[in-house]
């Protein structure tokens, strides 16, 4: 009888083994396919956010692109602007250089001293420095 009792212990004891075997290979297999799963979620979240960040990337880009061309336009409406007001500039300093020129011919022809003909040409450079700066000044 105690050798039926121990083939029916030692019987159990390996029931009980394969039972805790597939216990075992159960609870493997549920963390398994969760992992799987969570996996799978986060693949889609990430392709979705990747997605989005392709999206995003293609606006800036667009938007990029239309700041460039709206620039371009400003900086060369600012150019003739600028040239403009150059020639502007040129054009008074010219007239200021033929007002000094037309000044100077008038005191030759009155056949003045040589002292006050170089005290109405220094007045003169002066008034083209002051009017120069002036107009530089115009520029900024």
């Known amino acids: ?23 075992a290979m159960e609870a493997t297999l549920e963390k398994l396919m969760k992992m799987i799963v969570e ?9 979705s956010m990747n997605q ?4 995003l990337s293609i606006d ?7 700041m460039l061309d709206q620039q371009t336009q400003n900086h060369i409406t600012l150019i003739y602007l600028l040239i403009d007001i150059m020639m502007l500039i ?5 007239m200021d250089i033929l007002i000094l020129l037309k000044m ?31 107009y530089l000044l115009l520029m900024i």
């Not at 800036?60 to 239309?66: A, H, L, P, S, T």
């Not at 040129?90 to 010219?94: A, P």
Request: aromatic residues 6%; positive net charge; without cysteine.
């Open 1 to 23: 009888m105690l050798l039926k009792l121990a083939i029916r212990a030692a019987q159990m004891l390996e029931d009980l083994s394969q039972l805790m075997e597939d216990k």
């Open 39 to 47: 996996q799978r979620d986060e693949m889609m979240m990430l392709r």
């Open 52 to 55: 989005r960040m392709e999206k």
């Open 60 to 66: 800036v880009k667009e938007y990029m692109i239309q």
């Open 90 to 94: 040129l054009i008074y300093l010219l």
């Open 104 to 134: 100077l011919l008038n005191l030759l022809m009155k056949k003045l001293k040589i002292l006050t003909l170089t005290y109405l040409l220094m007045d003169m450079t002066m008034m083209l420095n002051v009017n120069i700066k002036f």
